[in-house]
């Protein structure tokens, strides 16, 4: 019998949330006067600006706290952790900056302190700790993030949607893949399974995302598999057209990866962990300030044995990470980062292009944790995955700094892989092997100044830059993909792959360039209003690589795309913003096997229109958009006997989406994400009209998740986690016959920290699909994965 499923009513959902985040919900702070400054509470400050600090320490102990920003401009706080009142806090914070904290009930105010309070004032040191606050889970809204050619900003002043995970949530949840990492944010999807090679990337907001930035510098990571977790300090997925802010680039979004650096303070953390049914694994992490001004941070990791799919993983991770200073105002940093990983005996990647889709009335087979039956024991994928980075940052005066970087990012693939065509409601498919050998180069250099102007009443916020990114890829001539053997997915798979690849590469087969100069200011007209103003030119250019003289396989393109945007501070805390962006792709010339070989497809524009507000108070913080993205359409059309590649028709994506995050209790903090998604295939020629009206493939109308943390009262350091997680059924294909059915999937955890023998400790665990639901999960170029059995993962992590 088929499980129950929850399936949201779309409207009275939309309402409740749309009533739950509206401004005039916001609870006050429950601190009650006389108590706040006597309550010990769990607080966790890096060391940042002292505004940035005291910001977020009312965020973590909901209080009031109130400054002039011209008494913290400047100042810098060390970092505090621990179980402490506020006005340990706050002494701690404020040691050494000449100011004082006035507890009034509540309330705290920031003011000069006495000449005989400032006497004899010393920073104090940073102090560690490994307990997680239960911070709210959108507490990244407060803090700064590099956004491109927009600068650093706080993600509260950024005009559109921006999710960001660090690697303390990474750690907790023991995330090893996109999934996992995004899975409390309904907008960001794969069909991918931990433990499994993803294959064909990620999905935002219903459409592909092939735009992935290790440090800034562009990687190519779909059908290559994840980024690794262990050496990331940050992970951040941008919501919409990337033109502006990167350059030519799918319109998703994009994937940016921000890389461990070396810490304040001296710290070792140890990790041991393991998931069934026999996967172990090991990671060191250390940071050392070896002088005043040089400081390291080293990473090495190993994961090891069989996953809960019956895969086999051999995978070895290290990174190391250097900043140094040369006077007070020119930093030098350089970061290395390599893995190298083997998937041996994954389960095979489903298409469903050759689905009988009428024959078995429109629904899949019954789905098998049996992996024996979708495994071919001695398929593998290899991968390695090199960066190298290193830059400049000089602070020129208080007003413009100057940031130089020079990167490489290196992907190299090796595959025997197996894929299969699914044909039936029985289980039946076609199988294949695929073997190929590819390495991808990506090289970047870039400049960027930023600085504040002020003309009259009007200060600017000004960001330019140049750079330069070159991508050259070399293939293997041996490229294999045959139906070498068949099977159904409710028995056993005995076929072993017999053939010898060959994996030597063949000259360079693809070199692209993209030159491109960007500048944007952002104009503040009052304290309220601000306004921002971008335009990026993009010089790209395609090599004609095919050493046919008759043939010309080159391609060039050059584009400008600006993007605008309008921002009102309804309070200190509070965000309304609406923002219009382009993305350019850049068009390709097509190659065989299609009939119009040689023929050019442009560079084409997607626009972007969205409005949106956010708001951040570590009591109740929401973000909400309305979006709407105009992409043009790609796609084969066949004519007679012959396939032609063409671009037909506009790909129309627009809808709602929300997220918010309530703390119900000190000790219970509750969230809620939601996409609401209307998209359609619009404006197509005659010989499509067929497709006019449908749903693009992958799109579905709903996603939504709930989440929960709770720090257990009574047992010191226990904190519980959890989440259910909504897919709304979507198409296979643009044809619209075939449909992935919806799912609700749910996980759970804890951590536990304690001491022993003068140690900080914490363990962790972690269970995904907690109710084992069975479940198909499709993305990408009609193909599809089984969904992933229920699993556990156990961690042991040690601070010294």
């Known amino acids: 019998m088929r499980p129950a499923r929850f399936t949201p009513a779309p409207l009275a959902l939309a309402a409740a949330i749309t009533a739950a985040l509206a401004p005039g919900f916001a609870p006050t702070a429950r601190a009650q006067s006389g108590t706040v400054a006597a309550t010990p509470v769990a607080i966790d400050l890096a060391a940042q600006p002292l505004g940035q600090a005291l910001n977020e320490l009312a965020r973590q102990a909901n209080l009031q706290v109130s400054f002039p920003a011209a008494l913290v401009a400047g100042k810098t706080a060390p970092a505090v952790s621990g179980r402490l009142t506020v006005q340990q806090a706050m002494d701690r914070l404020l040691a050494g900056s000449g100011l004082t904290a006035d507890m009034q009930g509540s309330s705290v105010v920031v003011k000069p302190a006495s000449p005989a309070e400032a006497v004899g004032e010393t920073t104090l040191p940073a102090i560690k700790v490994t307990a997680q606050t239960g911070a709210s889970p959108l507490g990244y809204l407060a803090k700064d993030t590099a956004a491109g050619a927009l600068g650093n900003k706080a993600l509260l002043d950024t005009p559109f949607s921006i999710t960001v995970v660090d690697s303390n949530e990474i750690t907790e949840r023991g995330a090893k893949s996109i999934g996992q990492i995004f899975v409390n944010d309904a907008s960001v999807y794969t069909p991918t399974a931990s433990s499994t090679t993803d294959w064909w990337g990620t999905q935002i907001r219903g459409m592909p995302v092939r735009n992935s930035y290790i440090d ?42 921000q890389l461990k650096r070396p810490k304040k303070a001296d710290e070792t953390t140890v990790s041991l962990g393991y998931r069934n049914s026999s996967l172990f694994s090991a990671h060191v992490d250390t940071s050392r300030n070896l002088a005043d001004d040089l400081a390291i ?145 990506n090289l970047f250099t870039q400049a960027i100044l930023q600085g504040n102007v002020t003309t009259g009443a009007l200060k600017h916020e000004i960001v330019g830059g140049l750079g330069l990114q070159r991508s050259k890829e070399k293939w293997s001539p041996d490229f294999y993909w045959s139906n070498d053997f068949n099977g159904n997915i409710h028995q056993e798979q005995t076929f072993r792959i017999t053939r010898v690849p060959d994996f030597s590469l063949g000259p360079v087969s693809l070199d692209a360039r993209q030159t491109y100069a960007f500048v944007s200011d952002t104009v503040h007209f009052n ?135 309530y703390q119900l209790t000190k000790d219970l903090n509750l969230g809620l994400g939601a996409i609401y998604l209307d998209a359609t295939i619009d404006k197509v020629s005659p010989e499509s009209a067929a497709l006019e009206g449908n749903k693009p493939a992958y799109a579905p109308r709903w996603q939504v998740v709930g989440n929960a943390q709770y720090r257990v009262p009574g047992i010191a350091g226990l904190k519980l986690h959890g989440n259910v997680r909504y897919f709304g059924a979507s198409y296979t294909g643009d044809d619209n016959t075939l449909k992935i059915p919806d799912r609700t999937v749910a996980n759970a955890g804890l951590s536990y920290d304690f001491r022993m023998q003068n140690h900080d400790l914490t363990l962790l665990l972690n269970v995904y699909n907690l109710f084992n639901t069975r479940y198909w999960a499709g993305g990408g170029w009609s193909s599809g994965n089984i969904g992933e059995s229920r699993n556990i993962s156990l961690g042991l992590t040690a601070q010294f």
Not at 365 to 383: E, F, R
């Open 216 to 257: 800034d510098i562009p990687m190519l990571l779909y059908w290559g598999g994840d980024f690794p977790t262990e050496i990331v300090e940050s992970v951040s997925a941008l919501k919409g057209l990337t033109g502006f802010m990167y350059g030519f680039g799918e319109p998703g979004g994009a994937l940016s990866y």
């Open 297 to 441: 941070r080293a990473n090495l990791a190993t994961e090891q044995g069989t996953a809960y799919n019956e895969s086999e993983i051999d995978r070895t991770v290290a990174s190391l990470a250097v900043d140094k200073k040369f006077g007070a105002s020119l930093n030098w940093f350089t970061t290395l980062a390599y893995e190298d990983n083997e998937n041996r005996g994954e389960p095979m990647q489903f298409y469903f292009s050759r689905y009988d889709a009428s024959g078995s009335g429109g629904r899949l087979p019954s789905v098998t944790h049996d992996y024996d039956d979708i495994n071919v024991d001695n398929s593998y994928y290899k991968t390695e995955t090199l960066l190298a980075s290193t830059g400049l940052q000089w602070q020129i005066n208080d007003q413009w700094n100057l940031k130089y970087q020079v990167g490489l990012t290196r992907k190299e693939h090796r595959s025997n892989k197996t894929f299969a065509y699914l044909l039936n409601q029985a289980g039946d498919y076609q199988g294949y092997a695929y073997n190929f050998a590819g390495k991808l180069d």
């Open 527 to 661: 304290e309220r209003w601000q306004a921002i103003v971008g335009l990026r030119f993009t010089d790209y250019r395609l090599k004609d690589l095919d050493g046919d003289p008759a043939n010309d396989s080159s391609y060039e393109a050059r584009e400008t795309s600006p993007t605008l945007a309008l921002i009102y501070k309804l309070d200190a805390r509070t965000r309304l913003y609406g923002s219009y962006i382009e993305g350019l792709e850049p068009g390709t010339r097509i190659t065989p096997p299609y009939a119009n070989a040689g023929e050019v497809l442009g560079a084409t524009v997607s626009k972007q229109y969205e409005v949106g507000v956010k708001h951040e108070s570590g009591d109740i913080d929401y973000a909400a958009a309305l979006f709407r993205v105009e992409r043009s359409n790609q796609m084969d059309v066949p004519r007679g006997t012959d396939l032609y590649l063409t671009q037909d028709g506009l790909l129309v994506y627009q809808g709602i989406e929300l997220s918010g995050a």
